[in-house]
């Protein structure tokens, strides 16, 4: 179904179908538990200190329900952290996972966000390993030097449920591996080229909540090995001279897409906008945003989003 930006008369962009639906990247759901077994340079958790605390599972299903009577659809629904979202425990994950079969219509896809940890615990992929994208974040396509850099101990590549999975690879762009990016997409689509959905090029987040606060030592080797979203441009332009541009940037999100050869598609999130603007959380029982601020969905009863779609012009439409 096709779909257009608009801006509201407060302002800000959604995106909107044409049956007037807001259609948002991704319902996120994220833990309190900060438990991981690897342990990254850029740690995002470690960056955000969002408070713990008891993470209100009974409350999802009531608030998945306020996005459906608000007129929202995602794009996918996302598993995420604190930490590694496959060590909660194993019944907590069953529960999460019959509340979202209830609401299939308000999801195009779901993924599952992961260390790789998953890919060796049997019984909870076959949980969530049939229907989910399993989304990772790597430094390096050498799994040795990804695995020293982010210090994990087993190759999760190697384990017999990844051969069975569907995998979106972040890979960060950094200072150390920029000159070999377009070598590197290659070699990612021809080793995995068969569980590979997607690859998105990651700028690292130096600070969730407000980017002027560097005081963390993760945010630190963000800023001093990572490239930056003043960077993008350049990213940008190496990209247009090799491949298929396919989705131009929007201020909604956030991000500019191409085609590679062989059909995969390559996401870049430019870091323009602030953080998380087309998510929803949920965190703790509650709908916020990546500031923690509660989401406030509910349109004035006079927006029709319909019109607004129909008076969009034609470079409106987005593909998302």
Avoid at 27 to 34: I, K, L
Avoid at 195 to 213: A, G, P, R, W, Y
Wanted: aromatic share 12%; with cysteine; hydrophobic share 35%.
């Amino acid at each position: 179904m096709e779909k257009r930006l608009v801006q509201l008369p407060d302002g800000q962009y959604v995106v909107v179908d044409a049956l007037g639906h807001r259609i948002y990247k991704t319902f996120m759901v994220v833990g309190s538990r900060y438990t991981c077994d690897k342990n990254c340079p850029y740690c995002t958790a470690k960056i955000t200190l969002w408070p713990g605390g008891n993470n209100h599972w009974e409350q999802m299903a009531s608030q998945i329900e306020r996005c459906e009577r608000a007129g929202i659809r995602f794009e996918y629904l996302t598993m995420s952290g604190n930490g590694e979202p496959s060590k909660n425990p194993i019944g907590e994950l069953r529960e999460l996972r019959d509340v979202f079969d209830r609401f299939p219509h308000l999801f195009e896809y779901r993924r599952f966000q992961t260390s790789g940890n998953i890919f060796w615990n049997p019984e909870i992929f076959a949980l969530f390993g049939h229907d989910h994208v399993f989304e990772i974040t790597r430094v390096s396509l050498d799994s040795a030097e990804d695995m020293q850099g982010l210090c994990y101990n087993r190759d999760y590549t190697q384990a017999p449920a990844f051969q069975e999975a569907r995998v979106v690879f972040n890979h960060c762009l950094l200072k150390a591996n920029y000159h070999r990016l377009l070598e590197d997409i290659d070699a990612y689509i021809q080793r995995y080229g068969r569980v590979l959905h997607s690859l998105n090029l990651k700028i690292l987040n130096t600070n969730t909540f407000d980017e002027t606060q560097l005081s963390s030592r993760y945010s630190q080797w963000i800023l001093d090995t990572g490239l930056g979203k003043g960077d993008v441009d350049m990213v940008v332009a190496v990209m247009n001279n090799h491949f298929e541009r396919v989705n131009d940037y929007n201020p909604f999100f956030d991000r500019f897409e191409w085609r590679h050869p062989s059909g995969m598609l390559i996401t870049l999130y430019a870091r323009r906008t602030p953080y998380g603007l087309p998510n929803i959380v949920f965190y703790r029982g509650a709908l916020v945003d990546y500031s923690l601020h509660p989401q406030h969905i509910e349109l004035p009863e006079d927006v029709d989003l319909k019109a607004l779609f129909n008076a969009a012009p034609e470079v409106a439409r987005v593909r998302t």
